[in-house]
Nanobody
Framework: QVQLVESGGGLVQAGGSLRLSCAASGGTFFSGYPVGWFRQAVGKEREFVAA????????YYSDSVKGRFTISRVYAENTVYLQMNNLKPEDTAVYYCAANLRDRWTVPGQDPNDYGYWGQGTQVTVSS
């Protein structure tokens, strides 16, 4: 059974940076399988943040984070990262890693229902 474990969240001031990690156990982030990051703020629905399906391939971002966040994969570490720069208070949320390990080479979806595996989430808080 594949398990995803996020880490790297924390409290940071506006304008600061954090790097989130998503490690897979019991499975591998093989090239071609979409992995995404989502976030959920208090009182709001879970929303898409970023996704990729292969290192060096097209990456996908929500308009709210484009130019500030970067998703990347390190196959040797079996880990997907989300580098978050120039953080804003509105980025405060629980961040979740998700993987679609069924549809290889499909365009990464932006709907949570497109992903069958989820981590437990990591809290990111940005103070103003």
């Amino acid at each position: 059974q594949v398990q995803l474990v996020e880490s790297g969240g924390g409290l940071v001031q506006a304008g600061g940076s954090l790097r989130l990690s998503c490690a897979a156990s019991g499975g591998t982030f093989f090239s071609g399988y979409p992995v995404g990051w989502f976030r959920q703020a208090v009182g709001k629905e879970r929303e898409f943040v970023a996704a990729s399906r292969s290192s060096g391939d097209t990456t996908y971002y929500s308009d709210s984070v484009k130019g500030r966040f970067t998703i990347s994969r390190v196959y040797a570490e079996n880990t997907v990262y989300l580098q978050m720069n120039n953080l804003k208070p509105e980025d405060t949320a629980v961040y979740y890693c998700a993987a679609n390990l069924r549809d290889r080479w499909t365009v990464p979806g932006q709907d949570p229902n497109d992903y069958g595996y989820w981590g437990q989430g990591t809290q990111v808080t940005v103070s103003s």
